[in-house]
Nanobody, 115 residues
Framework: QVQLVESGGGLVQSGGSLRLSCLASGTIFSINFMGWHRQAPGKQRELVAG???????NYADSVKGRFTISRDNAKNTVYLQMNSLKPEDTAVYYC?????????WGQGTQVTVSS
């Protein structure tokens, strides 16, 4: 079993920055994909950014150039640096990891961007 705990969410003004962290713990052998999804009220959950075991990254078009995903394999942690935040970035952000063929999800952290 793998447990994920996110942190770093909060309230920020438009144009501001936040850094999300997600720590994976438990019986961990090898984490492949790590990513961040988000879900805004009334909308479907969407992939915001992902990073492979080889540190290849991908981003949703809406966040390219503003968000940066990174990982620290020694700490089993994935980060999401969010800059130039916009009100439309307001959502619950979920961390996800792929471990031994199974997807695990965190409990989510709220990000609210005020205009």
């Amino acid at each position: 079993q793998v447990q994920l705990v996110e942190s770093g969410g909060g309230l920020v003004q438009s144009g501001g920055s936040l850094r999300l962290s997600c720590l994976a713990s438990g019986t961990i052998f090898s984490i492949n994909f790590m990513g961040w999804h988000r879900q805004a009220p009334g909308k479907q959950r969407e992939l915001v950014a992902g990073i492979s075991g080889g540190s290849i990254t991908n981003y949703a078009d809406s966040v390219k150039g503003r968000f940066t995903i990174s990982r620290d394999n020694a700490k089993n942690t994935v980060y999401l640096q969010m800059n130039s935040l916009k009100p439309e970035d307001t959502a619950v952000y979920y961390c996800t990891v792929l471990h031994l063929g199974r997807n695990y999800w965190g409990q989510g952290t709220q990000v609210t961007v005020s205009s």
